[in-house]
């Protein structure tokens, strides 16, 4: 149930960003935002929460995530025939790097009940 609340999470938080950048500012339809979403979530959760987040830390899945992110991204909208400009690849691939680094702190407390490396205010965001 901890892998479904998480995913949900972050599923969410894809569609919402996917949605103002491409779907907004690109006037796609929904339907291409939410695959976009649901197909990146999925690669992100598996290879960068579940696979490189317990193994190699919160910063290697991070820099994983924005590669996973940018690429996906740049491939999705190559795949539906929509010319994005890289600059919106890179800004929405920062702007959800920064959100997963959050994310990873939450997953490292609450999914792998492991307290996250990271020091301050984010190790209390979510006891």
């Not at 491409?22 to 291409?32: A, E, K, R, T």
């Not at 290697?60 to 909208?77: C, E, K, N, R, Y």
């Not at 997963?100 to 990271?118: G, L």
Request: charged letters at 15%; zero cysteines.
């Amino acid at each position: 149930m901890k892998h479904i609340k998480a995913f949900i999470i972050k599923f969410l938080r894809f569609l919402f960003d996917i949605y103002i950048f491409i779907g907004l500012v690109y006037d796609q339809p929904f339907s291409i935002v939410f695959e976009l979403s649901l197909v990146l979530s999925l690669i992100s959760y598996i290879l960068g929460d579940l696979i490189l987040l317990p193994t190699l830390g919160i910063n290697s899945a991070t820099a994983a995530d924005f590669v996973i992110i940018a690429l996906g991204i740049w491939l999705g909208m190559l795949a539906y025939g929509v010319n994005v400009h890289i600059f919106v690849y890179v800004l929405l691939a920062l702007f959800l790097t920064v959100e997963e680094f959050v994310y990873h702190v939450y997953v490292q407390n609450k999914i792998f009940n492991k307290k996250s490396t990271v020091k301050g205010k984010l190790d209390k965001l979510y006891d």
